[in-house]
């Protein structure tokens, strides 16, 4: 395989987005947006009202009614994608047929099918083009085709799906993450993400001092003496009663340690009634030992 074949092989990686899912509540203000655009429209251009209400879907949701061969323009604000709109075929024929029909007229008569019904209509779709990027772009826009890529209609996109029904036809919007936000607004955005932050705080407990908190713990502890090295030979000869002498001395304390092998202190051997005994004992820094407690065992 060529190194020409294996570089078309490799698909380049969706781009790097922040996951978004907007709810219903955020759908319902995007459609009402768009109605409000397309009531203005009506009132400029139409005698009547034309325009339905208007669904807006996640993108994730609606794309199966996507058709890949359909025309496309994307909407862009700062080299950054806002929007694409599809446009159906012949799309400039629908707004005439609507605006002379709606005006009273025949779509058979001269003026709704010559040149003076065109620019009308060629009027009227730029009149409503202007509107609907003055609604989703802020500024500086530029156009061009373009389809959008897949993975906008992918859960957790952010983006939106928007079919406008529009003069007997249905233009198809999708709406990009940053255009959603931009079109809720700022305030709307904020406010929200500072209630959810409220929200999610863990419930202030009272913490209660360490030593409360550990005090019924258990933990094991052993007593030594100094160790002591036997030849194996005379290990092999030992016999029950047979007596040991230890390197400890008498007035050496005992260690008491973790079971871990960590020294918790010293103590001596004693005896507490009919039990055997250790009274602790603390080393100082000068090597001297201080009692502190007896503990029967």
Same mark, same amino acid.
């Given at each position: 395989?060529?190194?020409?074949?294996?570089?078309?092989?490799?698909?380049?990686?969706?781009?790097?987005?922040?996951?978004?899912?907007?709810?219903?509540?955020?759908?319902?203000?995007?459609?009402?947006?768009?109605?409000?655009?397309?009531?203005?429209?009506?009132?400029?251009?139409?005698?009547?009202?034309?325009?339905?209400?208007?669904?807006?879907?996640?993108?994730?949701?609606?794309?199966? @009614?996507?058709?890949?061969?359909?025309?496309?323009?994307?909407?862009?604000?700062?080299?950054?994608?806002?929007?694409?709109?599809?446009?159906?075929?012949?799309?400039?024929?629908?707004?005439?047929?609507?605006?002379?029909?709606?005006?009273?007229?025949?779509? @058979?008569?001269?003026?709704?099918? @010559?040149?003076?019904?065109?620019?009308?209509?060629?009027?009227?779709?730029?009149?409503?083009?202007?509107?609907?990027?003055?609604?989703?772009?802020?500024?500086?826009?530029?156009?061009?085709?373009?389809?959008?890529?897949?993975?906008?209609?992918?859960?957790?996109?952010?983006?939106?799906?928007?079919?406008?029904?529009?003069?007997?036809?249905?233009?198809?919007?999708?709406?990009?993450?940053?255009?959603?936000?931009?079109?809720?607004?700022?305030?709307?955005?904020?406010?929200?993400?500072?209630?959810?932050?409220?929200?999610?705080?863990?419930?202030?407990?009272?913490?209660?001092?360490?030593?409360?908190?550990?005090?019924?713990?258990?933990?094991?502890?052993?007593?030594?003496?100094?160790?002591?090295?036997?030849?194996?030979?005379?290990?092999?000869? =030992?016999?029950?009663?047979?007596?040991?002498?230890?390197?400890?001395?008498?007035?050496?304390?005992?260690?008491?340690?973790?079971?871990? @092998?960590?020294?918790?202190?010293?103590?001596?051997?004693?005896?507490?009634?009919?039990?055997?005994?250790?009274?602790? =004992?603390?080393?100082?820094?000068?090597?001297?030992?201080?009692?502190?407690?007896?503990?029967?065992?």
């Amino acid at each position: 395989m060529s190194e020409g074949a294996e570089k078309k092989q490799i698909a380049r990686p969706d781009p790097l987005q922040k996951m978004r899912w907007w709810s219903a509540q955020h759908l319902d203000l995007i459609s009402g947006r768009f109605d409000a655009l397309n009531a203005a429209w009506d009132k400029d251009w139409l005698a009547s009202g034309e325009s339905k209400a208007t669904r807006t879907l996640l993108a994730s949701e609606g794309s199966a @009614g996507i058709k890949e061969s359909a025309s496309w323009r994307v909407f862009y604000q700062s080299d950054t994608p806002f929007f694409w709109l599809q446009l159906p075929t012949k799309h400039l024929d629908h707004v005439q047929e609507t605006l002379f029909t709606n005006a009273g007229s025949t779509t @058979g008569g001269s003026r709704s099918k @010559g040149n003076v019904g065109k620019s009308v209509a060629s009027s009227a779709w730029e009149d409503y083009l202007l509107k609907l990027t003055e609604l989703l772009v802020p500024a500086n826009t530029d156009m061009k085709i373009d389809a959008p890529a897949q993975y906008l209609y992918k859960a957790w996109s952010g983006a939106v799906q928007v079919p406008l029904q529009w003069c007997g036809m249905t233009l198809m919007l999708l709406l990009s993450q940053a255009c959603v936000e931009q079109l809720l607004g700022k305030d709307l955005l904020n406010a929200e993400a500072e209630k959810r932050s409220m929200s999610h705080k863990p419930p202030r407990s009272r913490l209660a001092p360490l030593m409360q908190a550990v005090q019924h713990k258990k933990v094991r502890i052993r007593v030594e003496l100094s160790p002591c090295e036997i030849e194996i030979g005379n290990l092999q000869q =030992m016999q029950v009663g047979d007596v040991i002498p230890l390197p400890h001395g008498l007035e050496q304390a005992l260690q008491v340690k973790f079971a871990n @092998g960590g020294i918790l202190c010293e103590a001596y051997l004693g005896v507490q009634g009919q039990k055997k005994a250790i009274e602790l =004992m603390m080393a100082t820094p000068q090597n001297k030992t201080v009692e502190s407690k007896s503990v029967a065992y």
